[in-house]
């Protein structure tokens, strides 16, 4: 059986460690645009000069070679035809049995005038964007960064780290709105303005100024101020990279279509991790690859891990988590309490727990996810909601439901 995996990501990895393990007699080959294998949630720390290539890397330096998986660098798919089973790729051609699509998302850019086609402005999504990034940093006296999400903040933290002092515009009126709320996200701002950073919050760039060259000079917002911008890096989303699947017929929805078995529109092709635009988070990534993995290799498994709200992050030594939902709608109630260096908030929506946010302290988040996965009524336990534990009750799955007893 041939295994062909498009992709050195965190779900084309996984899939290909899942196949080897299930399959140790099968051939495995994986292509990928990129001539290494690195974590993105590592870039900044290459920009900041922290990590260099090699460190940035999440699988053993033999990985491939021990797991007998040839390993195709630094070449990208132009095209698939299910009809022969085949990949074109940029070096050639690939058959397969089973294929694998898990080939990730690319930063899109906003439209904003000027912008498409002008110098000096980056993503941060590959290793090319922070080598780039790093590169320009060198020799640029003022930095733009346009969002204020965790990428847009991994960009501004890489950037405070080799002495530079970005100005980070956002149209939300906090940073992290996504992730965090007024009050975990201001002790973020509040380490970032301490460092140098500069936020315009409530603002969007409406369009960027070049000079005869091409490369942006400034950048002009809304309300009419205008920023000096020697080197520009735009956080502003992402979009599945599957512009090569054009011509296969495979159905396409917010990125490739797939089932429950991760398995695409047509026969013997599954996609996993973000091209699928069923994840977005590096967990929900892995567990697609080895679910892929498993079906690809005729064993019926079916991804069920729909719960992938969940954030890690941690800058300037302050770590935070949250979990599904981070800013209550109409009816919804929200609890907090407050320590020294620790910040917990659960919202709940009739008794259950639907978001979570941890800051400084986040040991108890393994309790709060399985609390919010399963949609667990705390109320139903006769204690305050910050003496609620596994250890107070036991849970019985009955008609599909969880029923709760406390424990005496």
């Known amino acids: 059986m041939k295994h062909l995996i498009i992709g050195a990501g965190a779900a084309g990895i996984a899939g290909a460690k899942k196949i080897r393990e299930l399959r140790p007699g099968d051939e495995i080959t994986v292509v990928s645009t990129d001539d290494a294998v690195y974590s993105r949630c590592m870039l900044h720390r290459y920009i900041s000069g922290e990590r260099d290539k090699a460190a940035l890397s999440f699988v053993p330096g033999d990985f491939f070679e021990k797991n007998n998986i040839r390993w195709i660098p630094g070449e990208s798919v132009t095209g698939v035809y299910p009809a022969n089973k085949q990949v074109l790729h940029t070096g050639g051609t690939e058959p397969y049995d089973k294929l694998l699509i898990a080939t990730g998302a690319h930063s899109v850019l906003p439209p904003i005038e000027g912008l498409a086609g002008a110098k000096n402005v980056y993503g941060l999504r590959d290793l090319s964007d922070a080598k780039a990034i790093r590169e320009g940093a060198g020799k640029a006296g003022s930095v733009v960064i346009i969002g204020a999400g965790l990428v847009g903040l991994d960009a501004a933290y890489g950037l405070l780290e080799i002495g530079k002092k970005p100005v980070v515009v956002e149209m939300a009126d906090i940073i992290l709105a996504a992730n965090l709320d007024s009050d975990a996200a201001g002790v973020y701002q509040k ?87 069923a994840t977005s988070s590096w967990p929900g990534a892995v567990k697609q690859g080895e679910v892929a993995a498993h079906n690809m290799c005729g064993l019926p498994t079916v991804y069920d891990d729909t719960f992938d709200l969940k954030n890690t992050m941690n800058f300037f030594g302050v770590a935070s988590l949250s979990v599904g939902q981070v800013h209550p709608a109409i009816g919804d109630r929200e609890h907090r309490r407050q320590s ?69």
């Not at 603002?203 to 070049?210: A, G, N, Q």
């Not at 735009?234 to 495979?250: L, M, N, Q, R, T």
């Not at 108890?364 to 705390?378: A, D, E, L």
């Open 191 to 277: 380490k970032f303005e301490e460092a140098g950073c500069r936020f315009r919050l409530g603002s969007k760039v409406s369009r960027v100024v070049t000079d005869p060259s091409g490369a942006v000079k400034s950048v002009v917002l809304g309300d009419g101020g205008e920023l000096p911008c020697d080197l520009l890096v735009v956080a502003a989303g992402v979009s599945p990279s599957a512009k090569f699947i054009k011509d296969s017929a495979i159905a396409t929805g917010q990125g490739i279509a797939v089932d429950k078995y991760l398995a695409t529109s047509l026969p013997n092709i599954f996609a996993a991790g973000d091209v699928s635009g």
């Open 340 to 408: 020294r260096g620790r910040y917990e908030k659960v919202i709940t929506c009739g008794g259950v727990p639907v978001g979570v946010i941890l800051q400084g302290n986040i040991s108890r988040s393994g309790f709060w996810q399985h609390m919010v996965k399963n949609k667990i009524n705390v109320a139903q336990i006769p204690k305050p909601i910050w003496k609620v534990s596994f250890a107070d009750s036991y849970g019985v799955e009955a008609n599909g439901e969880y029923k709760w007893a406390v424990r005496t």
